[in-house]
């Protein structure tokens, strides 16, 4: 019903940025919280960044250095990922807290497929 579609990984060397893209389709009517998680290998994911409305919400590791913003018009969320450490390394997943369009209707949580950012000189 919803696809979450993320974009923007890649390799980087330390001190570089990359801007990750979450693009949601299908049967939306609204979108209400929209997030990015990562996980290291051997690690439990982690939540990196949240945005609800205007207000946003970040973890301490990626404080001053992440900025999470969001196209409501093109129903996406971005990640801007500045002075990249390796230990930023790992796949970023998007999330969505969607409310949908259908006759049943319902609140649902969904999830993208990931993309790898690999922080590496």
């Known amino acids: 019903q919803v696809q979450l579609v993320e974009s923007g990984g890649g390799l980087v060397q330390p001190g570089g940025s990359l801007r990750l893209s979450c693009a949601a389709s299908g049967s939306i009517l609204s979108i209400n919280r929209m997030s990015w998680y990562r996980q290291a290998p051997g690690k439990e994911r982690e939540l990196v960044a949240t945005i609800i409305g205007g207000a946003t919400n970040y973890a301490d590791s990626v404080k001053g250095r992440f900025i999470i913003s969001r196209d409501n018009a093109k129903n996406t969320v971005y990640l801007q990922m500045n002075s990249l450490k390796p230990e930023d390394t790992a796949v970023y997943y998007c999330?969505?807290?969607?409310?949908?369009?259908?006759?049943?209707?319902?609140?649902?949580?969904?999830w993208g497929q990931g993309t790898q950012v690999t922080v590496s000189s």
């Open positions: 999330n969505a807290d969607v409310t949908i369009a259908t006759m049943t209707g319902g609140r649902f949580a969904y």
